[in-house]
């Protein structure tokens, strides 16, 4: 008998499904009981709690969902949600199955990457059962990053959708982290961040940071772009930096 690869580990977050073979997670899940970005969605939680009543959080790339559920008990005290979205079938499974293990009823998961256009693309083809670096497969026509399994042919498509066609009214926190495609899910969420104002943490590892923090400018100059850690910006006001305790003269301010 195959040992299956879902394990359930208790932690911060919540009782979580994950996949034994990840590589990157997964050990920080079973050594210390949190994310290996625990810090960062720290912060995230302090933004939710800030929040007005009703607001929405959206985990964009959400891999096995430490973000999304973490934030969703935040919000249930408000009334607020949390839009999870993951391409990878399986991994947006085990963020299902994570919601209901904590009872978790105001986390809305989404099996679907997202873009600028609506459409089915093909979904990369890997070995669930193998060693591999699950939040490092990129839904591009090639794989850029070299992995520990090489990409199969795929025989999945998955649906792609644009946040701006879900009309949230009142996004109070974006998390990007889409393997390369941030510009294309910032394209596609033009009218939310210009109506919502939401504070937006975008992964640059395999983008062009440059153009993300352009990007952003053209949407409001209301924005702070700050240096986020080694791999991330992050994009927030003035007065809600003020109010979770982010010092202004000790960050890298890029625009």
Same mark, same amino acid.
């Given at each position: 008998?195959?040992? @299956?690869?879902?394990?359930? +580990? @208790? ?18 899940? #079973? ?12 912060? /995230? ?14 985990? #964009?790339?959400?891999?096995?969902? *430490? ?30 199955? *994570?919601? +209901?293990?904590?009872?978790? &009823? ?17 979904? @990369? ?19 850029? &990053? ?22 949230? &009214?009142? +996004? ?14 910032? /394209? ?9 104002? @939401?504070?937006?943490? #975008?992964?640059?590892?395999? *983008? ?7 990007? +952003?400018? *053209? ?37």
């Amino acid at each position: 008998m195959t040992v @299956p690869y879902t394990i359930k +580990v @208790p932690t911060i977050h919540g009782d979580m499904l994950i996949n034994r073979f990840d590589i990157n997670q997964t050990t920080a899940f #079973i050594k210390t009981g949190a994310a290996l970005d625990h810090q960062q969605i720290d912060i /995230a939680q302090k933004i939710c709690h800030l929040s007005a009543p009703g607001s929405q959080m959206l985990d #964009i790339g959400s891999n096995f969902g *430490s973000y999304a559920l973490s934030c969703a008990r935040t919000l249930k005290a408000k009334g607020g949600e949390v839009h999870a979205f993951e391409g990878q079938r399986i991994l947006a499974y085990m963020i299902c199955g *994570s919601t +209901v293990l904590n009872s978790i &009823e105001n986390l809305f998961v989404h099996h679907a990457c997202v873009g600028n256009s609506n459409q089915n693309i093909p979904i @990369p083809c890997f070995d669930y059962n193998k060693v591999m670096n699950f939040g490092s497969i990129e839904f591009g026509e090639v794989q850029k &990053e070299k992995l520990h399994q090489e990409r199969g042919v795929s025989h999945e498509v998955v649906r792609q959708v644009r946040i701006d066609d879900f009309s949230f &009214e009142n +996004v109070c926190f974006m998390k990007v982290d889409v393997e390369g495609m941030e510009l294309h899910v910032l /394209a596609g969420a033009e009218q939310t961040i210009k109506k919502c104002l @939401p504070v937006i943490q #975008i992964e640059t590892l395999k *983008s062009d940071a440059d153009s993300i923090v352009n990007k +952003v400018k *053209s949407l409001s100059s209301s924005y702070n772009i700050c240096q986020y850690g080694p791999c991330d910006i992050l994009c927030i006001t003035d007065s809600l930096m003020e109010k979770i305790g982010l010092k202004k003269e000790a960050m890298t301010i890029l625009a």
